[in-house]
């Protein structure tokens, strides 16, 4: 069993930062990939970036060199640095993992403004 929460989400304008944090409780060293996905409104979920256990990373073209994935194991969180921000990134953040099953956390909102 595992629990996802995202925070950090928020309002900022465009070319701006934000971090998003999604701290997990469970079993968290069985977990080998942890994901971002957003969803914007009106369209269908989209994967983000996502990363591994031994830190290897994988990010979506739309966010390549603006957006990093990390983990911290320790803290049993996962973040996403997003900088250079763009309106169409506007979406609702969602942290994810697999175990025995498909765990999604609630989500957290990232509005762009232009």
């Known amino acids: 069993q595992v629990q996802l929460v995202e925070s950090g989400g928020g309002l900022v304008q465009a070319g701006g930062s934000l971090r998003l944090s999604c701290a997990a409780s469970?079993?968290?060293?069985?977990?080998?990939?942890m994901a971002w996905h957003r969803q914007a409104p009106g369209k269908q979920r989209e994967l983000v970036a996502t990363i591994t256990r031994g830190g290897s990373t994988y990010y979506s073209d739309s966010v390549k060199g603006r957006f990093t994935i990390s983990r911290d194991n320790a803290k049993m969180t996962v973040y996403l640095q997003m900088n250079t921000l763009k309106p169409e990134d506007t979406a609702v953040y969602y942290c994810a993992t697999v175990l025995d099953r498909l765990y999604w956390g609630q989500g957290t909102q990232v509005t762009v403004s232009s």
């Open positions: 469970g079993s968290f060293s069985s977990i080998n990939i």
